[in-house]
T-cell receptor, first 114, second 110 residues
């Protein structure tokens, strides 16, 4: 079965640079969630989109922005990167009207800021 | 404040030694309680969703149960391949955002 696809899988950036992470949800899933997981930490919710509109916002820094496109893929844009932004970034997707609410996670993008 | 607390933080078992992982939650208007398995450097893998107190679900050696305040993940006769971090998450609000616990790192020795 098709899963959530994230790219790139690994990314190395310098401080103050920008990064763009991409997420391709499972086909027919209309809702995308972004999470950040620091080393040894639990995933923290950043932002979510439903039908291309932002539906909720968590602990996302102002330096970050995201959007969902007409094909339902989503991009997380990160600017003025800081050392503390080094983490695993996960995207999850689900179908809002599905009988069960489980979110399916992608493999993640490991961002390293030097 | 909504939160999810898992215990123990780490658990070492011998192969075949059954045990349980605990997840206690204080979430107003809980819409669902989720269990995920996470291997190092990988995305969380969905295991179970529980919606109401008294509900139970099973999958191979795993069984998840839910009460009004906590959930348990029972592992029966674990094998080394069950070694992973098990995450519990509560769905809050109407948008489906998950609040995760810090996980239990399970190690099963042969």
């Amino acid at each position: 079965a098709a899963g959530v696809i994230q790219s790139p899988r690994h990314l190395i950036k310098e401080k103050r640079e920008t990064a763009t992470l991409k997420c391709y949800p499972i086909p027919r899933h209309d809702t995308v969630y972004w999470y950040q997981q620091g080393p040894g930490q639990d995933p923290q919710f950043l932002i979510s989109f439903y039908e291309k509109m932002q539906s909720d916002k968590g602990s996302i820094p102002d330096r970050f922005s995201a959007q969902q496109f007409s094909d339902y893929h989503s991009e997380l844009n990160m600017s003025s990167l800081e050392l503390g932004d080094s983490a695993l970034y996960f995207c999850a997707s689900r179908h809002r009207l599905a009988a069960y609410n489980e979110q399916f996670f992608g493999p993640g993008t490991r961002l390293t800021v030097l | 404040e909504d939160q999810v607390t898992q215990s123990p933080e780490a658990l070492r078992l011998q192969e075949g030694e059954s045990s349980s992982l605990n997840c206690s939650y204080t979430v107003s208007g809980l819409r669902g309680l989720f269990w995920y398995r996470q291997d190092p450097g990988k995305g969380p893998e969905f295991l179970f969703t529980l919606y109401s107190a008294g509900e139970e679900k099973e999958k191979e050696r795993l069984k998840a149960t839910l009460t009004k305040k906590e959930s348990f993940l029972h592992i029966t006769a674990p094998k080394p391949e069950d070694s992973a971090t098990y995450l519990c998450a509560a769905e809050e609000g109407s948008q489906g955002n998950l609040i995760f616990g810090k996980g239990t790192k399970l190690s099963v020795k042969p």
